[in-house]
């Protein structure tokens, strides 16, 4: 009898550490919530990344064309096609914001009127400024006067440009604004036209 005594104490014993049907749920159901948070907040850091290293990418390709604009840096595109150092001085380098894809680096020539100085910003120096692997980014300008930003040879001043083939205008700004297409941020680059700045 006391066998039997000892097996039925174990047997209670166990039945009561036991976890039951709902306690599993409960425990599944928060593992569930959680993860479901964590999913969420990588995905909002994920963009947020991407738009800052866009970002990034758009103040550096306005500083190398301000750059190479102040120093009258000759375009290689030209001297490849012209084989000749003299005649691939630019008067401009621009970035234009060809569509909601991409930008490109362009050269520019000025041609002076009696009435108008206008730029031809065809040459294109640097294609797809944007990296690939950030395809989901849309890039453009606010302002539907300002396809381009313009820096003049030497004195680097800045000016927007309408189309590829205009008289420039130094009025007011250009605002390039970067966004993701399922993505609810926005982050903008400021081209202050008149005080020849830019800020984030």
């Known amino acids: 009898m006391g066998n039997r005594n000892i097996q039925y104490f174990i047997l ?17 159901a928060i593992i569930a919530v959680i993860s479901g948070l964590g999913i969420w907040g ?26 190479r604009a102040r120093n009258n840096i000759s375009s290689q595109v030209l001297q490849v096609a012209t084989e000749d150092v003299l005649s691939s001085a630019v008067d401009g380098y621009a970035i234009f914001f060809d569509s909601s894809e991409n930008y490109s680096l362009r050269y520019c020539l000025k041609t002076e009127t009696f009435t108008d100085v206008v730029y031809n910003c065809r040459g294109i120096e640097i294609a797809e400024l944007k990296p690939k692997e950030f395809s989901d ?37 250009c605002t390039i604004s970067i966004k993701l297409e399922a993505g609810t941020s926005t982050r903008e680059v400021v081209v202050d036209l008149v005080g020849n700045n830019f800020s984030t």
């Open 42 to 67: 990588m995905t909002l850091f994920r963009q947020t990344a991407v738009i800052e290293q866009t970002l990034s990418n758009v103040v550096s390709s306005l500083r190398t064309a301000e750059n």
């Open 137 to 173: 980014v849309i890039i453009g300008t606010v302002e539907n006067d300002c396809l381009g930003v313009l820096f003049t040879r030497g004195a680097a001043d800045y000016l927007k440009m309408s189309n590829e083939i205009a008289t420039p205008s130094n009025e007011d700004k």
């Open 12 to 28: 209670l014993t166990i039945k009561e550490k036991a976890f039951t049907i709902i306690e599993i749920l409960a425990v599944m």
